[in-house]
């Protein structure tokens, strides 16, 4: 299946800081998809990004296709911003593939 | 409109007894999945439904494992004879078709003493 990896695996971040987490994949996507796993364990979808290239208020997410590779950035973070940030795909099926995480922690 | 459910949240179950969780998809969605996710790793694929058919059991890891859909809804996951290392969170998904946007419920957390 595909290999997803994501970097960096942690990040800390001062309130007000942007960041940029990446997602690099092995094969060809028909899905993609960022997430956001809260505290509880909640899996929030962020975005649905098989290419292009979206943005959700202070969230914004590029996936170029050709290369093999997303970016999720978060722009003026917030205490709230904490949590396990999670990129999965697939291809040419139905089965999502996920990333390690990048586990980010924003301090007030 | 309301989102994946899950039950139980939690469960406790000790080794060797067979527990049963259930999910309840986004209305109308027709492909239901189930995934496994262990303390500090990424979720697992497990088993997918297209409406009540089990097109694919290819990650559940062992025959202990059994998973229905008998009426393209609501879902079960079923494990017998629990063992230890089953100890995970179980999430469930649903989306409208196969390759579009998955959505997932709150987990449900099974820890094996």
């Known amino acids: 299946g595909i290999q997803v990896e994501q970097s960096p695996p942690d990040l800390i971040l001062q309130e007000g800081a942007n960041s940029t987490l990446r997602c690099n994949f092995s094969?060809?996507?028909?899905?993609l998809q960022w997430f956001h796993q809260n505290p509880w364990g909640q899996l929030i979808n962020l975005f649905y990004i098989p290419s292009g290239t979206k943005q959700n208020g202070r969230l914004s997410a590029t996936t170029v296709a050709t290369e093999r590779y997303s970016l999720l950035y978060i722009s003026s973070s917030q205490t709230t911003d904490s949590g396990v940030y999670f990129c999965a795909a697939c291809s040419n099926d139905y089965k999502l593939s996920f990333g390690a995480g990048t586990t980010v922690t924003v301090r007030a | 409109g309301a989102g994946v459910s899950q039950s139980p949240r939690y469960k406790v179950a000790k080794r060797g007894q067979d527990v049963a969780l259930r999910c309840d998809p986004i209305s109308g969605h027709v492909s239901l999945f189930w995934y496994q996710q262990a303390l500090g790793q990424g979720p697992e694929f497990l088993t997918y439904?297209?409406?009540?058919?089990?097109?694919?059991k290819s990650g559940l890891p062992s025959d202990r494992f059994f998973a229905e859909r008998p009426e393209g809804s609501v879902s079960t996951l079923k494990i017998q004879r629990t063992q230890q290392e089953d100890s995970a969170v179980y999430l469930c998904a649903s989306s409208l078709d196969p390759s579009n946007e998955q959505f997932f419920g709150p987990g449900t957390r099974l820890t094996v003493l």
């Open positions: 094969d060809s996507v028909n899905n």
């Open positions: 439904f297209q409406n009540e058919a089990q097109l694919d």
